[in-house]
C-alpha cells in the first residue's frame, strides 16, 4: 500500500502523505481553506464548521471495483449530499475537492454570518485586531451587512480575569475549544473548559490560582479571536504598530525561540519597550510554543531597578563614575593580583561573553581559576562526545524508540522538554523515568525507577550491567524491564539532570549513560550503538540557558575553548568560594552571578577585591568594589547554545538601559587594557573568532545561524489557514554542532568502582521550581503570586521528629550556607527526604541541620 | 391480535424472569446458543430487515453488520436515552418488559461477540428504572447474565448508566462520550461507533425498541417478522400519541398502519377532544416537519411520509387541533433544541438561538415582514452544515409551518401579540430554568 | 468525604467501567446527595475520587441539567411545559404551581422545601400535565392532585427517602 496519496483540489493536483487532513493538503499548495476550530497541532473536531468543501470520489463498479468513466474517458466524481468539513477528511486518492465553488463561498458567508451574531464587532479596541482570523475571514468570505437584531445580542461579560495572567472576554469567544483542547490535549492540564451548553458556553477555571499551567499563554496565540488576552498586553498597543525582534528565550537549555514586539512609546519617555513576548516557530526547538516564563518574565528588562552606570566605592560607598575610570581601576587591581584572581560566570551569559570572559582570564591574567556558577552538573565533556546527534528532533521520536529520563523534573526545568517528551510518549515512545522521587512524567512513564539518596550511581549501574547482560527475556525486574526497553530501541535519548545528586554523583552517572549508548549489543540495533546516529544522544538539563555554551567556550578550570584539556587545573567553583572565604584567592571577578545572595558567600568573605557585573544591585554587587552595568539579552545581540547543543542568535529589541554595555564589550575593553588588543567591532566578529578557537563552531556565523526554512504547519502572518500569531521564523533556526560520536568511534568510558555510599537517615534535596525566587524573576511582578516561595516540603513523620509543623520557619544549614524556609508538612515527601523549593542556587543533597523557629 | 412488543399489556407480571420465561422468554437466544453461531444471528436480523426504532431507521444488521469480526473487547450499548418530545414508547417496554429488551442486547451481544452491555437511561428514569434493574438481577440469578449463560460458552455482563438531563445525548456519539464522563456532545465521523465506539472499542448502539424486535425475529424467522408490516418498513411499530387527542398513550400497531387510522380510529387516538377540528400533527415530536390533512392517509412507515416532506422518525405523533396558533407551537419547539443544542457546532448553536429570538419577537407582536423572511433563510443556512442531526431538526417546525400557515405568521406582523407569553416561556436565557 | 458516605457505592460504581473516568456522572450524582447540591467543595471531591481536575467537574455540572450548582430545596419539582404537555394545559399548570408555592419558576420556597422548574419532555406526554419530584413521576395531575402532593411531601420523614436525588439507583445496585 502507497504511503503517499493524490487528491485534486480546486483542478490542481497534490500528493501527500497518508492521513494528511484535507485542509492540509490544501495549504500545501497555498489554497487557505479557513477554519477556526482546526489546528494543525491538535485533532480535528469538525466544530466550527468554516472549511466545509465539496469533496467527490470517483466512483467504482460495484462487481468490478474498476473506476466508471464518463464520455470523455475521466473518472466519474460522486459529490456527497452535503459538504464535508475539509479539517476532518482525509485525502483519499482520486479525491476531488472543490473550495471555491458558489455553494462553498455562500457557506463560509452563512457560517461568519452565524458567528457574527453574538460577536460584539468591537474590533477597533480589540488586541487581536490587525491580526485576527475572524476579522480577515470576514473581510475575505463574510456578509457586509448584519440582519441580527442588535437588541438580540448576548451581553456577556467582557473583562473576565482566568487568573492574573490571562483575561477572557466572554463577548467575543467564538467556542472554538481551541484553547481547552491545547489545555487537555497538548499539555494535560485540562484547567480550563466549557461551562453550560449551546449558545450558553463559557471558558471558566476553577484551579486555584486561575488557569493554573505553565502553558496558557500559548492559548492567546492560538486563539482566533480577541477571547483571550495576557494581562500584560490586553489594551497594550495594535498589531501593526509593532516591530517584531528574534530572540532566543534566556530562561532555560531548550532554548526557545521568541520574538520580541516591541514599539516606541510616549508614555515609556520615548523608548523601545518589549509588549509582549510570542513564540517564533521552529519545529525542531519549541515548535510553536513557550512556557509562561518565558513570555512573561522579561519585565526585569526594562526595570527601574536596572543598574545605569559603572559604581566604584569610595570611603565605603558605593559611588557613580565613568567607564575609563572604573575599567581603568578594575584593570589596574587585577594586574596586580594576576593568577590569585578567579571568575565566576553564569550560564545567562551569551557565548561571545563567556568566550571573552575565558580569554580575560586565560590571556590576559594567565590564570584558569575560573568556573561557571552555580556548578550543579558535570558532563559537558561526555554530552561533547556522545550527546545527541546534530539533526535530530524530538518530534521524529515514536514507536520502537526510547527515551531515559534521569534525575530531572523536566516540567519544572525545562518545560517544553517535558512536553515534548510527553507527545513522544503519545506517539509510542517508551519513557523510562529514574529519580528519587515522583515527577509529572511518571503518569506517562512505562518504566518508573526509584532511588534513594546516594543510590543513584549503583541504580543505573545496576541499569547499566543488565543493558550488557540483556537476556532479552521479559524480566519482572522493573531495572531489567526498563534496561531491555533502552537497548531494544531504535532510537535512544537519554536525558539526565542534577536532582538529588551531588556534583561528583552527576560525573559518574553521565558516564554510565553514555555508556548505555555505547553498548554494542542486543535488540535491533546489534552491531552498532545509538550513539553518533540521528535522534540518539545524550541530553544535558543544565540550569541555566547557556550553561552548555560555558561548557564550549572553557568556562571551566580545566578545560579551554572547544574542550581543549589543559595543563594546569586552575580552581572550581567550590574552591573559588571557599578560597573567598578564607583568603586564599585575593580578588574576584563575577558576571552574572550573585553567590552572597544565594547564600553561598558571607559579604565579601575576606576578599581584597571584588568586581561584579551584572543587570542589578544585587547583594553580591552591593558589597563589590567595582559594579559594572550590563546589558540584558533583549538590548543586543548575541547566541546562546541549548541543552541539545544548537547555537542560536538572538538580536537586539531595545535600548541599551542608561550607560550599560554588553557583557562581552566589558570584558574585551577591560581585556585591551591586560594587553589582548582591541575590542572587537561587534559581537558577529567576536563570534568568527569563536568559530576560529571552537573546533565544534567551525563553519559558523552570524549569518549561517540566520538561515531559515520554511516549516510545516504554517503559521503566523494573515494568511487564512490559521496556525496562530505565533511567529514565522525568519530569522535563524541555528545549528546543532556534531557530537564526536557521529565522526569516530568512542569507546566505553571507564566506571570507577561504585560503592554504595551509605545514605544518612534523613537529607534535604533541593529541587527545581520553574518560578523559583531569582534575580529575574524578582523583577517581573506578574507571575508574583505563582512563584514557588522557599519551602521545606517534609514527610509528617520526619517533621514530628523534629518538632516542625506545617507553616514553622526552619533554618536550613550545613556550613556553608544558611537559609530560611518556611515548612510545608505533608504526606507526599517520601520519609527520610526533605524536597527544598523555591530556593536559589544550592546544590544537593545536602545533609544538614533544621532548626523550627516555630511560626 | 396479541402484542409483540408491548407483551405486558397481554401477560401480567412479564417483568419477572420467570413469567417471561414461561411464556416463551429467552427462547430467542437459547435458540441461538444452541443452533446458531454469531453470523447466523447477524444474517437472521439482516434478512428479517429490522430498521432502527429510535428515528433513523438504519437495518439494524447492517449495523451489527459492520462489527470488525477480529478478537478484543466490543460493547452493546442500549439507547435508553428517550428525550424526543412526544415520545415515551421506550419508558413503558422498560418499566413492563425489562427481559424482552435485555434479551435483545443479549442476542445482539453474542451476534458481535461483545462482553459487556450497557444500557444508557436518561438521568429522569432513575427511579422508573427500578423495575428493569431488578429485572437485570433477576436475569443474573437465573444465568440469563454473568458467566457461561444457560450453560453455553458465552458470558456478558449487563450495567445500567445514567445521564444527567441531556437531548443530544440520543444521538449515539454523544451518548458514547457521556458514557465515557465527557460533555455529551456528538463526534464527527467517521470513524463510526462500530470501529471506534465506547473506549474506542467496536460497539452498537442500539434503541430500546429497536432490540425488543430481535427475540421474536429469532424465534419466528425473518419470513414471519417480513410478514407484518410493509415490504420495506417490516414489523410492528409502537407509535406514541399525544396533544390533542382524546385517548393518549402508546399504541402498538404494524407498520403501514394510515396516521389517519392512529389518530381518529377509536382502537387508537379515538379523535380530537371536545369536537375540535384537527388541524396538523408532528410525526416525530419536534424533530420532523410538521403535516396536515392531506398527509393524514400516508402510511406509517419509514418512507409514508416522504412525498409529503415528512419522516417517520421515532413515531411521536403530536396532535394539534384548530385552536393551535402555530407560529406559537414552532416556537416551543425551537425553544426545545436551542434548549438542547450542545453549542459545539457553529450553526446550530448559533441558528437555534437565533430562530428563538425571531420567534420570540414575533409573538411579542414585534415581528417584521423581514423576520419571517430571515427565519427562513436562517433554517435554510443551518441545513446541512450541522455536524449532527439536532440542528437539522431544529428546522423542522420553522420551514414546515411557514409552507403551511404562512398566514399566521403574517397575522402576526400587525402588532398585536397573538400570544400572550408567560413568564415560563419566556425564561429561555439560562441553560437551566 | 464521598469516599467515607459511600465508600460500598463508589466501589461497586468503578467496578462497571474499565475507565475510572466514566464514574464521574454516578458519583456527581452522590455528591449532590451528600453536599444538598454540586458546591465547589462537592466538586472537588468528586474531582479527587475520579483523579480529574476540578474544573472538568465544574463543566459536566453546567453541560448536564439534573446537576444543580446552587443551593435547590428539600424536593425539586420539575414540571415539563414541553408542547405535548403544554397544548395540554402545563402553561396553566405551572402558573397554578406558582402561585401555590408563592414562588416564580427557578425559585426556591424561603423555608427551603421547594424548588420550581420547568423542564424539557420527561417521556410521559400522554399524563400530561405532570412533574417529577426528585425524579420521581408525578403524572396526570390537576390543582386537587397538586395540593395533596405538596402536603404529602411537607409532613413527609427524612426516612422514606423522597427526598433524594436520585441515589437510589446507585444504592440498589448494592443489594
Redesign the interface.
Known sequence: MSDSITLTIDDVAVTVPKGTVVVDAAKLINNDIPVFCYHPKMKPVGMCRMCLVEIGMPVRDRETRELITDDEGNPKINFGPVLLTGCTVQAAEGMVVRTNSSVVTDTRDDILEFLLTSHPLDCPICDKGGECSLQNLTMNFGPGTSRFDYNDKKKQDKHVPLGDLIYLDRERCIQCARCTRFQSEIVDDPVITFHNRGRSLEIVTMSEPGFDSYWSGNTTDICPVGALTTADFRFGARPWELTQVASICPHCPVGCNTTMSTRVEAKSGGRTVIKRIMPRQNESVNEIWICDKGRFVHHFADSPERLKHPMVREEGELVEATWEKALDLVAGRLKMFKSSTAGLAGGRLSNEDLYQFQKVFGQGLESKNIDLFPQRMAGGDIVAQAGITSGSNLKELGLGDAILVVASDLHEEAPVWWLRVKQAVERGVALTVLNLRSTRLDKYAKHIIQFNPGEAPSTVHKMLNAVKVNSGSSSSDVIHAAADSLIEANNLVIFYGAEGLTYDETDIVVRMLANLLLVKRGGRVKDTYHAGRVNNGLIAVWSQANTQGAWDMGVRPDLGPGYQVQSDRGMDAESILSSARDGEIKSLYMVGVDPVGDGNLAGRGALDFLVVQDLFLTESAKVADVVLPAQSWAEREGTFTNGERRVQRFYPAIAPVGKSRADWLILAQLGERLGLGRPPFAASILFKEIADQVAQYSGMDYRSLAQSEEQWPKVGGDDLYYGGTAYRNQSGLGQQWPAEAESREITLYDIPEITESISDKFVVVPIQSLYRKGTLIDQSNLIDNRVHRPTLMINIDDARGRGIVDGDVVVVENGKFQIEVQAEVNGQARSGIALLRGTGSISGPIRLKLVSKGQ | MAHILLRHRDVKNIHQFKVYEANGGYEGLKKALRDFEPQEVIDIVKKSNIRGRGGAGFPAGVKWGFIPKSEG?KYVVVNAD???????K??ELLENNPHQVIEGALLCAYAIGAQTIYIYF?????????TF?AALKDAYSNNALGANIFGSEFSCDF?????????ICGEETALLE???????QPR?RPPFPAIEGL?SKPTVVNNVETLANVPPVIINGPDWYLNIGTAQSPGPKIA?????INQ???YEVPMGTPYRELVFDEKYGGGIPGGKAFKAL?PS??SAPIIVEEALDAPLTFEGLAEYGSLLGSA?L?A?DET?DMVW?AM??VH?F??????????C??????LE?IYI?LLDGRGTE?DIK?LE?VAH?MQ????CALGEFATSPVLSTIKYFPEEYRAKLNGHPATVL????W?I????? | MLSEKYSDEIKAILEKYPEKRSAVLPLMYLAQEAYGYLSREAMVDVANNIGIDPTEVLSLAGFYTLFYEEPVGKYVLEICNDLPCALRGADEFVDMACEKLGIGVGETTPDGLFSLKTVMCLAACDKAPMLQVNLKYEEELDEEKFDALISRLRTASDEDGSQHFGVEAFKRSLK
Open positions: 473487547r428517550e428525550s424526543e418530545a412526544g415520545t415515551f421506550d419508558r436518561r438521568g429522569e428514569f432513575m427511579h422508573t428504572a427500578e434493574e450495567y445500567s448508566h445514567y445521564g444527567a438531563g441531556a437531548y457521556s458514557l465515557e464522563g465527557q460533555l455529551g464527527i473506549y406514541c400519541l399525544s396533544g390533542h393518549p398513550g402508546n408532528l415530536g419536534g411521536s403530536i394539534m393551535v407551537a416551543r419547539i426545545f436551542r434548549h438542547e443544542s450542545c453549542g459545539k457546532c457553529t450553526p448553536r448559533e441558528g437555534t438561538f437565533w429570538k419577537r423581514q430571515v433563510s443556512q446541512g452544515r450541522c455536524l408567560r413568564e415560563s416561556e425564561n436565557e439560562k441553560v437551566k430554568a
